[in-house]
C-alpha cells in the first residue's frame, strides 16, 4: 500500500471513530421501558477495534515518514516538520492581520482611535509568500506519498 493511501485510511477512520462515538453518545440514555435503537456495548467495541486498527497504521505511517525521502534527498518527516511551521506562521500572520479590522464605533473626532499596530499589507505579501511556500511543499510531500510504499 502507498503512504497516501494509507493516510486516506487514517483520514476515513478518524471519522469512524467520531461517528461511533456520536452514536454511543446518542444511546447511552434510554427511558425507563424503551430500548435504544442500538447496542451500546457493541458500538464501544466497535469503536475500540477501529482505534486498534488505527494505532496499528500511525505506527506504519510514522515508519515511512522517517524512512521515505524526497527527491532532493530531504526526510519527509523533516518536510512535514517544516509544513507545520510554516502553517502556524501563517495562522498567527492570519490573525495578527484580521485583529486590525474593527469597525469604527467613533461618533466624534474627541472619542478614541484604533490605529493598527502592524503594516497589514506588508503582513498579507508575507501571508502571500508562507502560503506559497506551503503549497510547494504539500506538492512535493503528496508526491512522495504516493511514490512511498509501506
Request: net charge neutral; hydrophobic share 45%; aromatic share 4%.
Amino acid at each position: 500500500m502507498k503512504l497516501a493511501e494509507a493516510l486516506l485510511i487514517r483520514a476515513d477512520q478518524k471519522k469512524k471513530i467520531l461517528s461511533l462515538r456520536e452514536r454511543i453518545a446518542q444511546n447511552a440514555l434510554a427511558q425507563e421501558g424503551d430500548a435504544p435503537r442500538e447496542d451500546v456495548a457493541k458500538l464501544i467495541a466497535e469503536c475500540f477495534g477501529v482505534i486498534a486498527e488505527q494505532q496499528q497504521l500511525i505506527l506504519q505511517i510514522d515508519a515511512a515518514n522517517a524512512a521515505a525521502k524526497l527527491p532532493d534527498g530531504r526526510a519527509l518527516a523533516q518536510v512535514l516538520a517544516a509544513r507545520d511551521t510554516l502553517m502556524q506562521q501563517h495562522a498567527t500572520l492570519k490573525l495578527a492581520v484580521e485583529s486590525t479590522n474593527k469597525e469604527s464605533d467613533r461618533y466624534s473626532m474627541r472619542e478614541i482611535k484604533w490605529v493598527p499596530q502592524l503594516d497589514v499589507a506588508a503582513t498579507q505579501k508575507q501571508m502571500e509568500d508562507l502560503s506559497r511556500q506551503i503549497r510547494e511543499l504539500n506538492v512535493q510531500i503528496q508526491e512522495t506519498n504516493w511514490r512511498f510504499e509501506i
